[in-house]
T-cell receptor, first 113, second 114 residues
């Protein structure tokens, strides 16, 4: 079945550091790929998405590129802020009309001043 | 309101009690999803509604779980005879139409079964 694997957290960084959170997936066909963010006490919010190979999703300084050859969708940001502290979830939605996303376990990011 | 709301935010139940969790989706959103999120895990799909029709309940873990959306707006997830393994955060999400991927999530209800 479809699955998403994320690097384990917490990831702890100093402000202005470079961020990478790894995500790989297993799915047949050409799934859509997503990153969600969950701030403390809030619901999940869609951060960015990509729907086909080599697409780059970007939002709020975050970006991720859909790599079909490595089945990856790693999240990056060049300079993190304390306000980026949250839990980040990688997810996929299978091709063929599926409406149910499959989520990874989430990676906690802690940014220190 | 502007977003998806859920109530209660926290619920403590004794094993064997019945609980009801409420979700108010964004007004006009056709699709509504329920997820279960265990500690340290990602959300797991439970069930999906399109308007008042429950189109998919394949993720409901047992027949103790029941969901309804009688008027195509507010939805209730009911868990009968709660067990300790039901302890989790229950998330609700709504989506405007089938042509969009974007689901809007509520803050969740944290259920603790003692």
């Amino acid at each position: 079945g479809d699955s998403v694997t994320q690097m384990e957290g917490p990831v702890t960084l100093s402000e202005e550091a470079f961020l990478t959170i790894n995500c790989t997936y297993t799915a047949t066909g050409y799934p859509s790929l997503f990153w969600y963010v969950q701030y403390p006490g809030e619901g999940l919010q869609l951060l960015l998405k990509a729907t086909k190979a080599d697409d780059k999703g970007s939002n709020k300084g975050f970006e991720a590129t859909y790599r079909k050859e490595t089945t990856s969708f790693h999240l990056e940001k060049g300079s993190v802020q304390v306000s980026d502290s949250a839990v980040y979830f990688c997810a996929l939605r299978a091709s063929g009309g599926s409406y149910i996303p499959t989520f990874g376990r989430g990676t906690s990011l802690i940014v220190h001043p | 309101g502007a977003g998806v709301s859920q109530s209660p935010r926290y619920k403590v139940a004794k094993r064997g009690q019945d609980v009801a969790l409420r979700c108010d989706p964004i007004s006009g959103h056709v699709s509504l999803f329920w997820y279960q999120q265990a500690l340290g895990q990602g959300p797991e799909f439970l069930t999906y509604f399109q308007n008042e029709a429950q189109l998919d309940k394949s993720g409901l873990p047992s027949d103790r779980f029941f969901a309804e959306r009688p008027e195509g707006s507010v939805s209730t997830l009911k868990i009968q005879r709660t067990q300790q393994e039901d302890s989790a955060v229950y998330l609700c999400a709504s989506r405007g139409g089938s042509s969009t991927d974007t689901q809007y999530f509520g803050p969740g209800t944290r259920l603790t079964v003692l």
